[in-house]
């Protein structure tokens, strides 16, 4: 009787790929089509904003941020130098009717569409750095871009840093060779900060410009034929940001401080002679085009920071006045003006407020000042009166009040005196 032999059969495990795990195929361009012929579909920005909420559950928004923002921006999906992706089903439309660039030049109106991005952004926050990212991309684009459009993409960079929905760091894109030789970069820049200073004040605009280091880079964006700082003044009072000018030139003056401070220092270290310091800070105030006072208040700075001083109080107090007395000349060089003696005197009271040790000895330093015709006395009277700064005033004010009453005596018996005469 014949059995009946088994047929073989294969063994192991069989693998079988998890949906997740498939790769999902990038077609942005029916990601394209499904947006635009949404936002074609809205009525106004209402209509936009509800659509593009509702619309991040069903299409993968954090996939294709580019092409979505690409789409809200420009109308269409961005080619390498800013023209519209023409691609794909030809019955299809390739551009959106509501974006930034058809919205109408109007502040107001650019605001409301800037909600838009806000509202989006808000409901779906992984989308803040693609955002960014993207609108820094189209930036490089202006060249291909209309003047019109440009204008538009201005006004809505501005209103989108004012409302803090993008840093101000994504101005250095505009430095970019290209844009700032066919002054592009100084016509956007213009225009976008005149859309800023819609919603804020100009002192807003310079701050967020300092606090991102655009402040020195201003006079970048300017042709390098027409780079100068008088250019820098003519076309920013024109275009009514006169502020920016005077942004511009502090923080020139910051960085000239800077520059004398480190000379000024390494001439103090090397026990340069009183006479060339003197000399060489001449020529570093008419270079670095820094007032009197500017000077004085270095030299001062630089003074009391190059020496250890010792931390015993009668022992500091001789090696202060000593110190300022050796330096005495060089002091008094740069007191031709009252103003600058009055500075001074504020800068001596502020150094003693934050150096505790140096609180008792302040009249002792202003009296050594006066013999030594750094201060005068008409100085030293303003200073008691109205000058002084509010840091440690009633202390330093009682200390200064027994030699502001012998000088106020002195000056009454100098008034009996030429009377009688």
Not at 116 to 127: I, Q, S
Not at 348 to 363: G, S
Request: charged letters at 25%.
């Amino acid at each position: 009787m014949s059995q009946k032999v088994p047929k073989p059969t294969l063994t192991g495990q069989r693998l079988r790929t998890r949906k997740r795990d498939e790769k999902e195929k990038y077609e942005p361009l029916v990601f394209r089509d499904a947006i635009i012929a949404g936002v074609n579909d809205c009525g106004d920005l209402d209509a936009l904003s509800k659509f593009l909420d509702n619309t991040g559950g069903s299409l993968n928004y954090r996939r294709y941020a580019e092409v979505l923002f690409d789409i809200l921006f420009a109308g269409g999906m961005l080619a390498p130098g800013g023209s519209i992706v023409s691609d794909g089903d030809p019955d299809k439309p390739v551009k959106a009717t509501l974006c930034v660039f058809s919205t109408d030049a109007d502040f107001n109106k650019m605001r409301e569409f800037a909600q838009v991005f806000d509202l989006l952004l808000r409901r779906y926050k992984y989308l803040q750095v693609p955002f960014s990212d993207d609108l820094e991309k189209i930036l490089k684009f202006l060249k291909g871009f209309s003047e019109e459009e440009r204008a538009r993409l201005a006004m809505a960079t501005g209103t989108l840093i004012g409302m803090g929905l993008i840093q101000a760091t994504i101005l250095n894109n505009l430095l970019s060779e290209h844009l700032v030789k066919e002054g592009l970069a100084l016509q956007f820049i213009t225009q976008l900060f005149l859309a800023y200073t819609n919603m804020k004040d100009i002192s807003g605009l310079a701050s967020a410009l300092r606090k991102c280091g655009f402040s020195g880079k201003l006079i970048d964006v300017f042709p390098s034929q027409r780079r100068s700082l008088e250019n820098l003044e003519s076309h920013f009072h024109e275009a009514g940001l006169g502020g920016l000018v005077d942004m511009y030139r502090n923080h020139q003056a910051a960085g000239n401080k800077k520059i004398v401070e480190s000379q000024l220092t390494e001439m103090i270290e090397n026990e340069t002679d009183a006479s060339e310091i003197q000399s060489a800070c001449l020529d570093l105030q008419k270079k670095h085009d820094l007032g009197e006072y500017d000077i004085l208040v270095l030299i001062w700075k630089v003074l009391m920071a190059s020496v250890e001083w010792s931390k015993k109080e009668d022992i500091l107090a001789e090696q202060a006045l000593r110190h300022i007395a050796k330096n005495a000349t060089l002091l008094a060089a740069f007191t031709k003006q009252p103003r600058s003696e009055l500075c001074l005197m504020v800068k001596i009271q502020e150094y003693c407020y934050e150096h505790v040790n140096f609180m008792k000895i302040f009249h002792r330093m202003v009296m050594l000042l006066y013999k030594t015709d750094v201060v005068t006395e008409a100085t030293i009277l303003q200073w008691f009166k109205t000058g002084h700064s509010a840091k440690g005033k009633s202390v330093f004010l009682d200390q200064l009040k027994p030699m502001i009453d012998w000088l106020e005596n002195a000056e009454e018996e100098s008034s009996e005196e030429e009377d009688e005469d």
